[in-house]
């Protein structure tokens, strides 16, 4: 149990603290604020007014991604050499062809009911399964060749020309090999 004198003492200086706060002189504090009201009003600056936010076309999504390795000028007198390529337009496109080529991931193969499958993941984590004759990449890339390591890629690109278009080779191999 707590003694007498204990809590009469702890009483006293709670009193003491607090007598400082007893006092009534706030001359000072009146004539600061008296010195703040004197002052004229200031005038608030209107709200900003936005513009409407303006869409912007983006052209050059058939070009070379200028991140990409250019295509080396022998390789593409060689390639036109063998062949005519054009790009299938009227084809429909395919779910992975919405994303960069350099962004697909293989994680894994699967086969059932005696049919290859390759696992592509995306990258917004969706696994897809694709196979020989699917279409992947933003190049019109059409996967000509599986195994359980690495998915070989066929693509079409620009060659810079107005019409010109060169056959590009590219593989995915599997993550973490």
Known sequence: MTSLPRIFAVVVASAALLSGCAGRDFSDLDAFMASK??????????????????????????????????????????????????????????????????????????????????????????????????YLGRHHGKIVEMTDTYLAVIEIVSDGTEDGWVERPRTIKLSGV
């Open 37 to 134: 009201r004197d002052r004229p009003g200031g005038v608030i600056a209107p709200i900003p007014t936005f513009k409407a936010y303006e869409a912007f076309s983006y052209s050059a999504t058939t070009l070379r991604s200028p991140f990409d390795r250019p295509v080396e000028v022998r390789e593409i007198t060689q390639l036109q050499a063998i062949s005519a390529i054009k790009p299938d337009e009227s084809r429909a496109k395919e779910f992975l062809e919405q994303y960069t080529f350099d962004s697909l991931r293989m994680v894994g193969t699967l086969e059932r009911d005696g049919n290859n499958w390759t696992l592509i993941k995306d990258p917004d984590g969706g696994v897809h399964r694709v196979t020989i004759g699917n």
